[in-house]
Structures are given as C-alpha cells and as structure tokens.
C-alpha cells in the first residue's frame, strides 16, 4: 500500500521527470527493425514450407538453386540475425521503460512499490513473469495517462502485445529445435529422410504462425510504448492543473 504525497512533494518529484525521448528513440528503432525482419521471416518461411512441400510430395528431387538463396537466408541468416535482434530489443526495451517507470513514480499520488526497480526481479521467476511485466506496464501507462489528459487507458492493444507474445513464445519453443537443427546440420540430412521432413513441414508452420504472432505483438507494443512516451513528454511541457 502506497503512502500519500502533498501537493508540494508532487511538484518537487515533477522536477525530476526525465525526458523520455531518448529511450522512446532507441526503443522505436529495435520495434521497427524487428517488425520488418519477422516479416521477411514470415514471407521466406512460407517460401521454404513450399519448396520443401514440393520435395516431400516428389515434385522436385532436389532444392532447386534459385530456391537455395532464400532457404539459407530463413534458416542461417534468420537464426543469426533473430539474436542480434532479440538483444537490440532488450536493450530498447529496458531504456524506455526504466525511463517511463522512473517518471511513472514521480507523477503518482502516492509512493509506490510498483514503480521500483526491484519489479524488474519478476522478469526472471517464472509464472510471475506470464503476468507481472504486462500489469508494470499497465501501470505506467496508466499514471502517464491520468496526469496527461485525465483519459483511460485503452488495455486492448496491452492484451494483444502480451497475449501474442506469450503464445508466440509457446510456438517458438515448439519449432526452435527444428530450425536450431537445420541452422547446425544443413538441410542434406532432412532431405535425405522423408518421415523427417514431413514433421519438419509441421513443425515449420508453427514456426510461421509464431512470426506473424510477433509481428502482431510488435504491433501491439509499439502503439502502447508511443502513447506512453506522448503522455509522459506532455508532462514535461505543461504543469498538470491539479498542482497549481
């Protein structure tokens, strides 16, 4: 339970609200890099499905060349660059929201625990993890909202960030062992094994609908993340009437 602040405490903590432009910047550049690389992922991968369907079906005995381009770029290059990516994003992730989170504190009627940074432990202990980092956000957007504009926040594009990234990763841990394999060992050995292929197939549409999954949740993340950093630049410019 939080413990109420003055109206003199609220105008000194305002004084410390940080711009929050930097880490919407960085943060904005990862969504976007991602979002267009998992739908490159989406396309190749849809590519790859129908070129490896035409082999398991006899259509074609082997890949064909101009075909070999795009399947090593689904499988090698995605692999390599999906972890660059991954730590692009986290980086972005934290400095915008470490940035949100910090201002979220200073704008709030009450000393809050949800604001600390002591929150970020619950990123790591699983279960906790499947609900604790969507409500943080939740509330962060929530207290920028309030003091901005005295709006509500619209939680439908929360939802669809967190609920297509949990079940995207649900998917992704389905299918990763697959490609993780194809990435390591080449495609020779699938070829060369029908019963493998076929469930290679399966497991490669999986893989697809966890791309469109993330490319939905990036969607997701971006409208939250840019009306949170819109709220919180507000609060820079214009001192709320409530603390006049």
Known sequence: MGISLSTEELIERRADIRPISSG????????????????????????????????????????????????????????????????????????????????????????????????????????????????????????????????RTNAYWLAVWWISWLVAGLFSAISSGAVTGIVFEGLEPLLEDKERLGAFLLTLKFHIVAAVLIVVSLVGIFIVSQQIAEDQSALTKVVPARLR
């Not at 739908?39 to 369907?53: F, K, Q, W």
């Not at 915008?96 to 970020?120: G, K, P, S």
Request: proline letters at 2%; hydrophobic letters at 55%.
């Open 24 to 151: 919407w910047g960085v943060f904005q550049i990862a969504i976007w890099m991602s979002l267009v690389f998992h739908l490159l992922i989406v396309m190749g991968s849809i590519g790859a499905h129908a070129v490896l369907g035409n082999i398991y079906h006899g259509e074609f005995d082997r890949i064909p060349e101009a075909a070999q381009g795009i399947l090593n770029g689904v499988f090698v290059g995605g692999f390599t660059l999906n972890a660059l990516l991954n730590v692009l994003f986290a980086i972005g992730y934290v400095m915008f929201f470490v940035r949100a989170q910090h201002n979220a504190l200073q704008i709030t009627r009450e000393r809050d625990d949800r604001f600390t940074h002591a929150v970020w432990i619950w990123y790591l202990i699983p279960i906790g993890n499947l609900f604790v980092p969507a409500n943080r956000v939740l509330d962060i957007w929530t207290a920028g909202r309030d003091w901005a504009d005295g709006g």
